[in-house]
């Protein structure tokens, strides 16, 4: 507990001689009256007048108020946080990484009504690496707007275009471009979880067969791709932790 006592002069106090700014300065705080003629008081400071002080005692919260001409000392008792321990402004955190139960991936970056993410599948190249064919891979890009859902939630909407790059055969590549949505929760202390899916577009079918002959990629592939893009790739539930950075909130 930091003491701090208010004199009124540099020398010995003397009854009555403490000054209007010594009793300012300790509006509202915890004090200890020291009078030359009764026992010491301890309580909140709420007020005081030209002949009187008013406290609110810590023992049974009752307001009394004593004759100023009687106090010799004023002593704030109640800790003060130096001014470096002071409340700072809530640290910025802004890179978060994810991971989903499917196998999922993530990275994205969340600063105020900008949000961007990647990520990539890394179970399923281990799953379709078997039997001699070849690995499948999936992942997504993505940037956009991040609106929160509401003044104070941790909620956000989220809303971006994204690419979706899919690989299938030795041969084939599709590349799915739309739109995608979500939200995504970030806690005080960084844990973070996440909801995403696509929305619209359609996907580009990459490479050819080495065996002389494609089937035609109709407007129903490129959707049926798109989709199995994003449900292969995007991160669709994910949690994991936000790292703070030396930014400050404005």
């Known amino acids: 507990m930091i003491v701090c006592a208010l004199l009124a002069t540099a020398g ?3 009854a009555g001689d403490i000054p209007d700014a010594s009793l300012r300065a300790v509006t509202d705080h915890v004090v200890r009256l020291q009078r030359d003629n009764a026992p010491v008081l301890e309580g909140r400071l709420l007020a005081f007048e030209a002949a009187t002080i008013t406290i609110a005692l810590s023992t049974t919260k009752e307001v009394v108020s004593v004759q100023r001409e009687h106090v010799t000392h004023v002593i704030m008792v109640d800790e003060v946080a130096p001014a470096t321990e002071l409340a700072q402004p809530a640290r910025t955190r802004m890179i978060g990484l994810q991971m989903s139960l ?6 994205d970056i969340d600063y ?8 990539t599948s890394l179970l399923l190249p281990i799953a379709t690496a078997e039997g001699g064919g070849s690995a499948w891979y999936a992942g997504a890009a993505g940037a956009g707007v991040s609106v929160p859902m509401g003044k104070t939630s941790r909620w956000k909407l989220d809303v971006f275009g994204e690419l979706l790059p899919f690989h ?3 041969f084939y590549t599709y590349l799915g471009i739309g739109t995608g949505a979500g939200f995504h929760y970030t806690a005080a202390s960084g844990f973070t979880i996440g909801f995403t899916m696509p929305v619209i577009g359609f996907s ?3 490479g050819s067969s080495p065996y002389g ?9 490129s959707l049926k791709y798109f ?4 449900l292969a790739g995007m991160p669709i539930v994910t949690l994991g932790y936000r ?8």
């Open 102 to 107: 499917l196998g999922t991936l993530a990275v």
């Open 227 to 230: 989709y199995a893009s994003g």
């Open 168 to 170: 299938t055969t030795s």
């Open 243 to 250: 790292f703070a950075t030396k930014c400050r909130r404005n």
């Open 112 to 119: 105020k009504w900008l949000h961007a993410f990647a990520s």
């Open 213 to 221: 002959y494609d089937a035609p990629f109709r407007y129903n592939d």
């Open 204 to 206: 580009a079918r990459l």
């Open 12 to 14: 010995v106090a003397q």
